[in-house]
């Protein structure tokens, strides 16, 4: 009785120390078919019955089954953000306690949060390669995370006191990116990650629950900026706005928590410059004024932390225009762009003038635009299609197919387009008002006449 109690025990062991590896997945169950072969056997008839050989096969096939699903790891569900933890423990007790401590403050953190992330808990049986970058890289794909926070626990002696001593590692899947992206994510990590911790075991409770809120805002940063790496910008933008409210609320001072303090704002402007012409492109070739209310805003986002943005200004002008028709505000967002060496700047303001009917100002401020130094080619073409979305809100504008005229006279050199827009300013002039322009169109209407008979000699302009 005691020898088969003894071999009970070394079996059970066997099984704790081993169940996990990935040969017992071929040997438990020859073992348990072979157990169960054993006790059909019959000596006398020196064979097995056909009751044993299907008994053995369904038992083999239990033993595997049931190796596969205690050894598959957690995957994080589609949609969600996968914030996965391994963590290692010096024994079972020390191993209880930081998932009570640690862990389990950490994922209620990160499900008061309000975002879509998962956390996932690796298990202890799969972190053998803890201190493998490869082989946890593949592990944070293999369970479909996004960020992975990983280390070792253990318990040792500190100025005479037990304490629990933390080591953490980390590291982020996105999108290939280029090497200097990829290598400011890794300088994140390196500033921002609670990389070692001592945790005096007389007040871990505490101790361990500021961790997990240090754990919880690094994770959000990261995962954030991940995400403006990649491109997802508005998630981008819902994180870091997140960290910026724990951050508020945090009762966690240290100097990785103070080092997020400092790199957000430069993060924000980041996402905010990278995010406002995708969406300005999108509103120049729709005209879905949706597009320019989120504009609108991300502008405003983006001058509060860098006050002379001058796209973030030019664009916010438009936006005052366009959405209020505010055009004092966008005169005097245009003019705080005068220091540009770009002409851009220029088209924009002798719009405003030519709008409020002020062609003087209007026609001055084009002749610095078509002489002056443009980086954006499209610039014309784009003042063209706006003028044109202006003039079918407001046809009473007449002033502004001059102004198309000399778009594309003196920007686009588009002589018969030209020669339409002064021909329809002239139809549509009446005896007062804009009569000063009428000998102006008319000799601009002649010159593309005479271009698009005989191109003149280069050079041989005149506004």
């Not at 871990?204 to 995962?223: C, G, K, P, Q």
């Not at 870091?240 to 100097?255: T, Y």
């Not at 705080?336 to 002798?350: G, L, N, P």
Request: some cysteine; glycine content about 4%; aromatic content about 10%.
């Amino acid at each position: 009785m005691a020898m088969s109690d003894e071999l009970l025990r070394r079996g059970l062991d066997w099984l704790d120390r081993y169940w996990h590896n990935k040969l017992t997945a071929a040997a438990a169950p020859l073992i348990a078919s072979a157990v169960v072969f054993w006790s059909f056997y019959t000596p006398q008839s020196n064979q097995i019955s056909l009751a044993g050989w299907i008994a053995a096969g369904v038992i083999g096939l239990i033993v595997l089954i049931i190796w596969l699903a205690t050894n598959r790891l957690p995957r994080v569900a589609k949609g969600n953000a996968g914030i996965v933890i391994g963590v290692l423990c010096d024994d079972p007790a020390e191993d209880k306690q930081v998932k009570t401590d640690f862990i389990a403050n950490l994922r209620q953190l990160i499900q008061n949060g309000g975002h879509r992330f998962q956390l996932v808990e690796l298990p202890s049986w799969s972190l053998e390669g803890l201190d493998s970058f490869s082989t946890m890289d593949q592990l944070l794909r293999k369970v479909r995370g996004h960020f992975l926070l990983y280390g070792r626990v253990k318990l040792r002696n500190k100025d005479g006191k037990p304490a629990h001593l933390l080591s953490f590692e980390g590291m982020v899947r996105h999108r290939p990116v280029p090497p200097e992206v990829s290598q400011e994510l890794r300088t994140d990590f390196s500033r921002i990650l609670p990389r070692k911790v001592v945790i005096e075991k007389e007040n871990d409770a505490f101790s361990f629950e500021a961790t997990a809120e240090w754990a919880d805002v690094s994770a959000y940063y990261i995962v954030g900026t991940a995400a403006l790496i990649s491109g997802d910008v508005a998630y981008a933008e819902s994180l870091f706005k997140s960290v910026e409210k724990k951050l508020k609320q945090e009762r966690v001072i240290v100097e990785q928590i103070k080092e997020i303090s400092r790199r957000l704002p430069q993060r924000f402007r980041q996402l905010y410059t990278a995010w406002l012409p995708h969406l300005y492109d999108a509103y120049f070739l729709t005209r879905n004024k949706q597009y320019l209310v989120k504009c609108d805003d991300i502008c405003s986002q983006l001058l509060l932390y860098e006050k002379t943005n001058r796209r973030a200004m030019t664009v916010k002008a438009i936006c005052e225009f366009v959405l209020r028709r505010n055009v004092p505000a966008a005169h005097k967002l245009i003019t705080k762009c005068r220091d540009d060496a770009d002409s851009t700047w220029w088209y924009s303001r002798a719009f405003l003038h030519a709008y409020q009917g002020k062609m003087d100002e209007a026609l001055s401020d084009y002749r610095h635009a078509f002489e002056g130094p443009g980086t954006d080619k499209s610039v014309p073409i784009q003042c063209e299609d706006f003028i044109q979305t202006i003039l079918k809100e407001e046809p009473d504008r007449i002033q502004l197919h001059f102004c198309l005229g000399l778009i594309n006279y003196r920007a686009k050199e588009d002589y018969a387009v030209a020669a339409e827009d002064f021909g329809r300013f002239l139809s549509l002039v009446k005896a007062e008002g804009f009569e000063a322009l009428v000998p102006k169109a008319r000799e601009f209407l002649a010159n593309c006449k005479q271009r698009l008979i005989a191109p003149a000699p280069f050079g041989a302009k005149s506004l």
